[in-house]
């Protein structure tokens, strides 16, 4: 069932809800009045108006469950057709505009001058985004959510050394099976919480806000055809994390960004729907099995201690989202045992997680996140 006809039937059921619980309120006072005049008289007409208030509120949360649901409807009806259309004209078109961002992703890759210019620009973008997307957020907080997407490039990284067979390229560090498990958690999360649909980036990919989450296939997924080294294969999170990005480990990252991911290079330099690069790397020193600096558009997920739920919490992180403590709800995506409370024995749900409503809002301002 679309998002917006299914949030339609869980508000109007909230509605019905209410009006039971506002007319028992209304009972429980008739029943609790003096029994003595003038006193009887006015206890009355306070149930009186409690019961038209109750009635009048019901009318109004159905009304406007209807408005709401009306435009929903009508906004991805209109993003459909528009989508057809554009994704037409970007995946013949595109290509020359990715051409185009190439080049200045060629700049990018130089370390640290490189990464002050990639920095920067996904900063400017962040804000020029975010601040065009208030008028999103206003409508979503009302309960106005059409659908939007969140585009992913997911690339599984080779180890360095031969593999028993004697291929040079090395073996992948992660199954396909295993990353497409990953892949349609986050897919299913997205679509069900915020009305985002996780799609790969790539030509010729329709969408409807009519249509259930996404099913990940195979082709969601690439394997780098080179064997890796220590500066991509093992990398830490944090702070040491944006000091490798500064140096060669920003510089790798980004060249197989460019190269593995080229269809979404004008995205990545202009911000606009920008796809998250998810790169499936050996290991994350420390205790993390994944990480996304934010300030980057890739994220590196821990191929040997990664949970079902890791691709969705870092693409999280990416649409800025941050970590919650898990004894407070342990079924939230940005939920850990590392945040406010280390000593917790309460481990994170990680078979199926939720956002909450202000974590919606921000996912669906992110830069990475759009309606075209």
């Known amino acids: 069932m679309p998002a917006c006809l299914e949030w339609a039937e869980q508000r109007s059921e909230e509605c019905s809800e209410t009006e039971d619980q506002g007319y028992n309120e209304c009972d429980d006072w008739d029943r ?7 006193c009887s008289w006015a206890c009355k007409v306070i149930t009186w108006v409690c019961v038209g208030y109750t009635w009048v509120s019901n009318i109004v949360c159905v009304a406007w469950d209807v408005v709401t649901t009306a435009v929903c409807v009508l906004w991805d009806i209109a ?35 490189g990464t002050l210019i990639r920095w920067i620009l996904n900063f400017v973008s962040f804000l020029l985004w975010t601040v065009a997307s208030l008028i999103d957020a206003g409508l979503g907080y009302i309960g106005i959510r059409p659908e939007k997407l969140l585009r992913v490039c997911t690339i599984i990284l080779r180890d360095e050394a031969s593999d028993a067979e004697g291929d040079e390229r090395g073996t992948p560090v992660a199954s396909v099976d295993t990353v497409r498990v990953w892949l349609q958690l986050a897919a299913d999360v997205y679509k069900r919480d915020a009305n985002v649909r996780l799609i790969p980036s790539r030509p010729f990919k329709y969408t409807t806000g009519f249509a259930d989450a996404e099913q990940v296939t195979d082709d969601w997924i690439q394997i780098d055809s080179d064997p890796g080294d220590s500066d991509t294969l093992d990398v830490a999170c944090n702070a040491p994390g944006a000091g490798a990005d500064w140096l060669l480990t920003g510089t790798k990252y980004q060249a197989k960004a ?17 796809p998250v690069t998810c790169f499936v790397i050996r290991d994350i020193p420390g205790n993390a099995v994944g990480c996304c600096l934010w300030i980057t558009d890739y994220a590196t997920i821990e191929a040997g201690g990664a949970t079902p739920r890791t691709v969705a919490h870092e693409l999280g992180h990416a649409c800025n989202l941050w970590h919650l403590c898990v004894d407070d709800d342990r079924r939230n995506l940005m939920a850990t045992q590392n945040e406010c409370s280390p000593q917790s024995t309460t481990p994170p749900n990680t078979a199926n997680p939720r956002l909450s409503d202000w974590q919606v809002l921000l996912v669906r301002a992110s830069k990475h996140v759009t309606y075209f």
């Open 258 to 274: 460019s190269t593995r991911c080229f269809y979404g290079a004008w995205r990545r330099v202009l911000g606009y729907g920008a």
């Open 32 to 38: 609790r009045c003096c029994d003595w005049w003038p």
């Open 79 to 113: 993003t459909t057709v528009i989508n057809a259309i554009l994704v037409t004209l970007e995946s013949t078109l595109g290509w020359v505009l990715s051409a185009v961002a190439f080049i200045v992703e060629l700049l990018e890759m130089i370390p640290v001058l």
